[in-house]
């Protein structure tokens, strides 16, 4: 499955990318897309099969599902990160 | 799809979440209400612009400055009194109506978002550098394109600075620079930088008295109010809906190979110039430009440390006038430091004028600069960002 992430800061999405890769998850920096906001303008869609964060998650905005039909469907984070 | 079950459990630490963890499903976001694709819309928003700027200018503010974020900060300064150069006065409609057009569409389309906290006063400081670049060169990014429009050479030299400052600034981005996240406020902070406009377009339409005005120059030289603050609230809602950004369009082109935005830039500098040519007003020169100097080296630079000082803030300063409008609190202070160095342009001999730069503007530019440069290097991460 896709998922999308969105952030705070910019080098909050290019750590977070970096985390996804070191996870194994093929991941990759992009504009958000623009019915989906955030403060940097910055996220990372990233495959997996599972739902995953990583540990450093203080710069995380948003988690969204991606669906096939270009959906977001977006999944509150309630570990008061995000 | 299927769906993902709602949890409450508590997550903390790295972990892998398949059949527990700490996430709730909320309605789906599907295609919103824009039934043009990004491909369509972005040119015809560039289009819209383009022909709001012309109309100001046809409606009497000065050439080439249908809109100017720089400009009529720098006025609207002057407006308040916080400068004493007479020729560049007035509580210009234009920045109240992108301000009130931003927040009316957030508020609608529940874009609204109040946040701030993000290293405030560094944001004042690089928005306060990003007013004196701008002002060496005479125009924000917005006017650069509308310079451009109308044949002036000088503004191409600017946008090469200005990409480069951009590319600088991307680097800065890559090598982990970050002035930290930003916290959830309350509604009230929000509101308040709206509401502060609205007040000084009330002192305009009711107690004029209060404010100074320009019997000459380019603050003498305006559209009606009404009109100017039409053109400011189209312009302030069709780029709060499409996240119109000088910077960030070149920096995402940069960093993404993401054109959209250029194809919208590209649209409002033929708009603009296919009207300047239409009524005669287009003019191929380095020299005798309207409100423009020649100087390449300068107006270079000017920009470039616009494209950086705005790619560590996050927007150009037509940008930051709209986040302001949407409840973005740094993006408000950023305003703030924009207004600041306005004053302090005019009230030390830092702008450049026709004639040129200024000694003072120069040593101005590299304070400046050094600021600029500070910022961006004392807020890197240390462990690099790049993969």
Redesign the interface.
Known sequence: MRYIATF?????A??F??DC?K?GFPAK???VP????S????CVEFESS??????DR??LEA???V?????????????GHA | MGSIPTYSRQMHGAGILNDTGPFCVNKLIQEDDFVLKDRYKLPLVGVLVGVVALALTHLGNPANMGFCIACFLRDMAGSLGLHRAAVVQYMRPEVIGIVLGAFVISVLKKDFSVKGGSAPFSRFLLGFSVMIGALIFLGCPLRMLLRIGGGDLNAVVGLAGFVSGIGVGVVFLNKGFSLKRNYSLTKTEGYLFPAVNAGFLLLLVVVPSVLIFSESGPGSMRAPIWAALAAGLIVGVVGQRVRLCFVSGIRDSILFREFGMLTLFIALTATVAVGNILSNKFVLSFANQPVAHTESVWNFLGLFLVGLGSVLLGGCPYRQLVLAGSGNSDSAVTVLGLLVGAAFAHNFGLASSGAGTTPAGRIAFVICLIITLTIGLTNLNKSSASA
């Open positions: 705070h800061t910019h080098y909050g290019l750590k990318q970096n890769r996870a920096t992009m504009p623009r019915k989906l906001s403060s940097c303008g910055i599972v739902l995953w964060l990583p540990e203080e710069d988690y969204y599902l669906g096939e039909d270009g959906g977001y469907l977006p999944c509150q984070i309630e570990d």
